[in-house]
Every structure is written in structure tokens, then in C-alpha cells.
């Protein structure tokens, strides 16, 4: 048996954590740039502000309707996040945190009664985080993610679902007859794994609803669709098929990209965004304990800005051994942008990904003989680590770019590539700088 808790309108929560004044006020988050809204409290959805709406298509409800909006804090919304998953880890024997505000725990053999705990772990996380959430429990992970959109839904709109399904929705404690009429009112697009297309081509074959996609026909779901389909048709049925990830595998390639905050020609503004952009992508290769062997570098014009010159481009430099090494990264990202640069195009966007991962402790050797000497090359990239280690240390105790690659140019949120945030709150929870003071 699984649960499902979910933070509610999360960036939005979070925000609200330390601005108590934005209670029952609409409320958006916005994307880098501020460029669309990402997280929309319910009275911000109630003005029919849809998700990834364009910040200047609903800018002038800020005048009209008194619309709040926020840029992203993803420091703050990190750290927040950090809090919750620990609280919400008691509710059960193993959790997989599956992303920033959602978090899957195993409460298989749980004794006494589960909702009432999945309550408590509920009110625990208001109380000490501030985070409104909602917990959705069946007996597969589909059927958790189910059971709470239906918890958020009746919490949110009431009469869609009856009102004691609000907060947390328990489906293996439903009556069968309960859970039928659950599943016959919630849509199938809202099932785990249905996607807008699939939902569509489920529509014309006559199943409309999460309990139609339960009583669908496997051979049918595996053979004109997927076996990924079939699986979702098992799981809606009770028949666990995706088991639960203790731990995140590593990812196989790992990207650092960024649109600017205006255009940018100069080719040594592109030089320290890549720049900024490597030397993150190998800290965070470096925390998953991973080295690359090849980089990717790209730069791109704005498609939006249809009277400027259109170009884009990209490059993979191969490196001479995997490495973690930040130098080396930046050095091959430098030498690819070099090679795709071309002056006079106003650069909206430019990135760096990192290729072909392995593990950090897998080791490449060249053998050199050198006055009859056998000589490690890799011995240099060995000596950097501490480097590197310290480097990360520094970073991580007194804020992102303490100590940096000098090519990236000094420490200035006034860079041209710098990306526009003038709506961002402080970093309450993660800078001393930022700390909030009560004054009698």
C-alpha cells in the first residue's frame, strides 16, 4: 500500500510561508525571466489563469483583480521542500521523493489506523513547515496518485467529490461501490501515465473515465497502445507494477541552461554565461559522484523576435578522460562556443549539458613512456578533487558563485545575461543575509 502527499499549489505556498498577506489573495509564480506563470494559487485559478499562462497576457489583472506575482525562489522552494520530505518520511517504512512537492511512501503492514496518521503527518507539515498539503493512499502507486487528485479536487472544489475525501482520500478503504462512483467521475486524462494524446485517442474508443480505463481490455491496452498502458490498466486494477525507488538513479546527462534577461552580442557576455553554466553542471555531476566525457555547448537566438536574424547552434567537445573536474568542463564549453559563435545576432538563450556520465570511480589510464618511465596521467585530475571538494564546500556554506571560474566575470546580478527576477523575495531560509527580523 501506498500514499501519495502532495504540496498544494507549492511555489505559491511557499511564498506564503513568510508573507502571511498573501492568504486568500491570487497568486502566481513566475518562470526565469519572469516570463509565464508556473505555480498559481486557487483564487489565481479562479480568474482563469491556466498554467504557463504568459506573464503579459495577464499582467493587467495585477490593476483589476489585484493579481500578486512573484518571481521563482528555487533556493527558498529547495529548502522548504527539504523540510516537508522529512516530516512526511514518518508516515510510513521507505519513501521515494518523485519531485520537489510530491513524495511516495511505502505504509505497507502500517499499524492502526492509516488516514487518521496520514492526517497527523497532514497537520504536522502545516504546522512546523507551513505547507498545506493532501495525501491520496491505495494500494499501488497509480491508485495513490488517483486517490490524491481526488483529495486536492474535493478539498478545492467542493461538490466534484464529497466532501470526506477532502485533505486525504483513502481508496483501499472504500466500499466497492464508493470506489466506482469515484472512478466514474473522475476523467481518464487525470490518471497517472495518461497523457493529453493518449486520453484523446482513449475518448474515441468509448473510454472516458478512470473506472472505463480499469475495466479496459489488456491485450487491447498492449497491443494498440503500450505496454506502459497495460501496466497503467494492472495498477488501476490493484496489481502493483511499479515498485517504489528508495534512492534516484543518477541521471545520464545533466544540462545547466538559461534564457538571458535581454539580448546579448558581445561574445565575452556569452563567455561568462557558459561559463556560469559549466561550473554548475559540474557541481551538480560532482553530487550525483558522476564524471563526464563529453560536453555540449549551444547558443540561440529568440524565435519570438521575428524582425532580428535567426541562428542556433551547437557543439559536442569530447574530453580526453571523464572528468568532474570544473577547469576542464569550462575549458571544452569555451572552446565549443568559440567555434559556433557568430557576431552580429542578438543571443536570447545559450546552455551547457554534460554527456555520457559514469561513475566517479570508474578510472581511464593512458600509459606514456616518458625516459622509460611509466607515467599516470591521470594523476592531475586526481590532485584537483580537493580542489574541487573546496571549491563546493565554500559555495554551498556562503551562497552559489562565492568562488568561481575568473572567467565568469565578477559577481553582478547587473550582467547582461543576468536573468530578470525583480519580483524574487529573499532567501529566508538558506542566507543570513536574508533572515527576517522581528523589531519590537
Not at 139 to 156: F, M, Q, S, V, Y
Not at 212 to 234: F, G, I, K, Q
Request: aromatic fraction near 8%; glycine fraction near 6%; charge should be positive.
Amino acid at each position: 500500500m501506498y500514499a501519495l502527499v502532495d504540496g498544494n499549489n507549492f511555489y505559491v505556498s511557499c511564498e506564503r510561508v513568510f508573507r502571511p498577506s498573501l492568504h486568500n489573495a491570487p497568486v502566481v509564480v513566475l518562470s526565469n525571466n519572469d516570463g509565464c506563470a508556473i505555480s498559481r494559487s486557487n483564487e489565481a485559478k479562479s480568474l482563469g489563469i491556466a498554467m504557463g499562462a504568459p506573464w503579459f497576457k495577464i499582467k493587467e489583472l495585477e490593476e483589476t483583480q489585484g493579481l500578486v506575482s512573484l518571481s521563482a525562489n528555487f533556493a527558498l522552494y529547495g529548502d522548504l521542500s527539504d523540510r516537508m520530505m522529512s516530516l512526511v518520511a514518518g508516515l510510513g517504512h521507505r519513501q521515494e521523493i518523485y519531485s520537489i512537492d510530491e513524495s511516495f511512501v511505502d505504509v505497507s503492514g502500517i499499524r492502526g489506523d492509516i488516514t487518521q496518521r496520514a492526517f497527523k503527518i497532514r497537520a504536522r507539515v502545516l504546522q512546523w513547515v507551513g505547507i498545506p498539503c493532501c495525501v491520496g493512499i491505495g494500494d499501488t502507486k497509480t491508485l495513490a496518485k488517483l486517490a490524491n487528485h481526488i483529495a486536492k479536487t474535493a478539498e478545492r472544489k467542493p461538490g466534484v467529490y464529497p466532501d470526506c475525501y477532502a485533505q486525504v482520500c483513502h481508496l483501499s478503504a472504500c466500499t466497492p461501490e464508493q470506489k466506482r462512483l469515484l472512478l466514474q467521475a473522475t476523467d481518464v486524462s487525470e490518471v497517472w501515465g495518461v497523457g493529453r494524446r493518449i486520453s484523446a485517442q482513449l475518448r474515441e474508443a468509448g473510454i472516458h473515465t478512470a473506472w472505463d480505463l480499469m475495466h479496459m481490455d489488456l491485450t487491447l491496452a498492449r497491443t494498440r497502445w503500450s505496454v506502459v498502458l497495460e501496466r497503467t490498466v494492472r495498477e488501476l486494477q490493484g496489481t502493483p507494477c511499479i515498485d517504489l525507488d528508495d534512492a534516484a538513479p543518477n541521471k545520464k546527462e545533466i544540462a545547466c541552461t538559461r534564457s538571458f534577461g535581454e539580448p546579448i552580442v558581445a561574445l565575452s557576455h556569452l563567455q561568462q554565461a557558459v561559463t556560469e553554466f559549466a561550473s554548475r553542471a559540474a557541481e551538480k555531476i560532482r553530487r550525483q559522484k558522476s564524471c563526464a566525457l563529453r560536453v555540449l555547448c549551444f547558443i540561440r537566438t529568440s524565435p519570438f523576435r521575428v524582425k532580428d536574424a535567426q541562428y542556433s547552434r551547437s557543439v559536442v567537445m569530447p574530453l580526453m578522460r571523464a572528468t568532474d573536474d570544473s577547469h576542464a568542463i569550462v575549458q571544452a564549453a569555451l572552446a565549443g562556443l568559440s567555434h559556433i559563435y557568430q557576431a552580429g545576432f542578438k543571443y536570447a538563450k545559450a546552455g551547457v549539458m554534460l554527456l555520457d556520465l559514469q561513475p566517479s570511480h570508474w578510472h581511464q589510464h593512458e600509459l606514456q613512456w616518458i625516459d622509460s618511465m611509466l607515467v599516470d596521467s591521470n594523476s592531475d585530475a586526481v590532485k584537483k578533487q580537493p580542489l574541487m571538494l573546496a571549491m563546493d564546500q565554500l559555495n554551498t556554506r556562503y551562497g552559489r558563485g562565492t568562488l568561481q571560474i575568473a572567467s565568469a566575470g565578477e559577481q553582478a546580478a547587473t550582467k547582461p545575461w543576468a536573468m530578470k527576477q525583480g519580483r524574487r523575495t529573499p532567501d529566508y531560509t538558506t542566507s543570513w543575509d536574508a533572515l527576517p527580523l522581528a523589531r519590537a
